[in-house]
């Protein structure tokens, strides 16, 4: 895989520049395209979020702000600017930091969440060659960079100095780092099958077998596992108690406002994003065409696979999986966190375990 | 430029682990160690090591940085100097410190230092693998066994009777 940092180098070499130009004017151009990315996924995912959940409520949604004067039509477009609207007022908010807060502290926590995100989305390949730089270790990459958003989580919710966020900010921290462990034990599983850390090799595994949902038993389990752990790791219902609005305000979001607000949100809604596309290049063949698989059309173009309709596909498994956490949460009651627990350490833990030897006698036997 | 990095990145983690022993405050050196860890992590990469650079992140910073950071929040009355900075036997320390260091330089300077050209592998992964599960099996082994009597022990302690 060619990674978009490589051919911004390749393009660049013909200019002569000293590599001291060169590299920061890279890093800055990689940085701002996932900026954008982040930006575009929470307004357009928000306003989503708001008419499915409306749509299953029975209810129309967001309905009075256009675009420009354009107002859309009567059911689903018609509050189509509503998040942007939404965006510019909260950077226009008041910042509030309470009197007792540890001031520092409560500055910098956004920051790390949002770096823990934005570090993530450097790894993460949207289509066989869109990638801002393409690791050999890319899986682990991810999982690592998306363990640093706890840190931010505890301390935000530490300096607020209020009972409900320390409440919040205790349980999220509990929630997140039980449920990396089954989440890092099914892509264990991957690998192990896979034989490489490398996504582009995963895929292409996937392409000379088959998708990994459909490869053994096991591996089938483990994509429930994986899915269902990354929803308790994001915080969204029917695992959303680190914020749970009946109980703690807003966990331990409560004290923040305005643009660091702002950094929570984006960070929350592009780790929806990074779970799905993982979820899907990890085990539903990624930029593969499903009518390959099932052989529909053999030979035609809807296989064609160039980088434009692989992100197609990416994108498309990706929405289809934030479209059923949407639906998750406006059908499933909020778990106890007994119940959280449980569901982790007695359920998930134990058959991801189970999975690992299991998938790995597959293996030796088929 | 890839020297200039370098220097940015060893500054970062003295720096952060400077105010790590010196901050008045026990949290703000819990978040000043996770800028050490992570920026170590980048020292690793300038090693070609990016499968250690990641486990490092992983377990460090993902894991036993969260488990200090819950301990230290938990613990009463962080803000209190007497528990936060205090310092006693200041001589026999500094002693003991100051002896470690002069160890520590004189062993830097009198190590022949196997200096190698620049070499990019393809994947670190497979060879750590291999060595693992053949030339270091034994020590990996009881690595493993130790971590796991650490881990029944912990949890014996921390049950309720």
């Not at chain 1, 499903?290 to 692989?310: E, K, M, R, T, V």
Request: proline content about 3%.
């Amino acid at each position: 895989m060619t990674s978009i940092v490589d051919s911004l180098v390749k393009s660049f070499s013909s200019f002569n520049l000293d590599i001291a130009v060169l590299l920061p004017v890279i890093t800055l151009i990689g940085g701002t395209v996932i900026f954008l990315i982040m930006a575009v996924n929470a307004l357009i995912a928000v306003y989503f979020e708001r008419k499915i959940s409306a749509f299953m409520q029975d209810r129309l949604g967001p309905m009075e702000v256009g675009i420009f004067g354009f107002k859309g039509g009567k059911k689903f477009w018609g509050g189509i600017g509503q998040t942007l609207a939404d965006a510019i007022k909260l950077l226009v908010k008041e910042d509030i930091l309470p009197n007792n807060a540890d001031k520092f502290l409560m500055i910098l926590a956004p920051f790390i969440i949002f770096t823990g995100a934005f570090l993530t989305f450097i790894g993460l390949p949207f289509a066989q060659n869109i990638v801002i730089s393409d690791f050999n270790i890319g899986i682990f990459y991810i999982f690592a960079m998306s363990s640093i958003g706890v840190i931010g989580v505890i301390l935000a919710g530490w300096s607020s100095n209020n009972k409900w966020s320390l409440y919040g900010s205790m349980r999220a921290a509990a929630q997140i780092i039980s449920y990396e462990i089954p989440i890092g034990l099914s892509l264990l599983l991957v690998v192990l099958v896979a034989g490489s850390l490398h996504l582009g090799d995963i895929v292409q595994w996937q392409a000379d077998h088959r998708w990994f949902i459909f490869h053994s038993p096991f591996t089938f389990l483990a994509f429930f596992i994986f899915y269902i752990s990354t929803i308790a790791e994001t915080n969204r219902t029917p695992f959303d108690i680190p914020e749970a609005e009946s109980e703690l305000v807003a966990g331990w979001m409560t004290e923040y406002s305005g643009f660091r607000w702002a950094l929570f949100f984006l960070s929350e809604y592009a780790n929806m994003l990074i779970v799905s596309i993982v979820a899907s290049i990890v085990f539903l063949g990624g930029w593969l065409s499903p009518l390959q698989i099932f052989n529909i059309f053999p030979d035609s173009w809807l296989i064609l696979d160039g980088p434009a309709i692989g992100l197609f596909w990416v994108l498309f498994k990706a929405v289809i999986l934030i479209f059923i956490m949407m639906w998750f949460r406006w059908t499933f009651p909020r778990l106890r966190v007994d119940q959280l627990m449980y569901l982790c350490w007695k359920v998930f833990i134990p058959f991801a375990l189970a999975n690992l030897f299991l998938v790995s006698l597959w293996e030796l036997i088929f | 430029m890839a020297e200039n990095l370098f220097l940015i990145i060893a500054a970062l983690v003295i720096a952060s682990a400077f105010w790590v022993v010196f901050s008045p405050n026990l949290i703000h050196s819990a978040v000043s160690l996770l800028f050490t860890l992570f920026s170590t992590a980048g020292l690793y990469i300038f090693l070609y090591a990016d499968f250690i650079a990641a486990t490092q992140v992983v377990i460090y910073v993902g894991g036993i940085l969260v488990l200090i950071i819950f301990g230290v929040m938990l613990t009463n009355r962080i803000d209190t100097p007497s528990i936060a900075a205090s310092s006693k036997n200041q001589f026999i320390g500094g002693m003991g410190a100051f002896s470690i260091f002069v160890i520590q330089v004189s062993v830097i300077f009198n190590t022949p230092w196997h200096i190698g050209t620049e070499q990019s592998r393809d994947s670190t992964v497979a060879s750590i693998g291999y060595l693992l599960l053949n030339e270091y099996l034994l020590p990996f082994e009881i690595i493993s066994i130790l971590l796991l009597a650490a881990l029944m022990g912990a949890a014996l302690l921390s049950r309720r009777t």
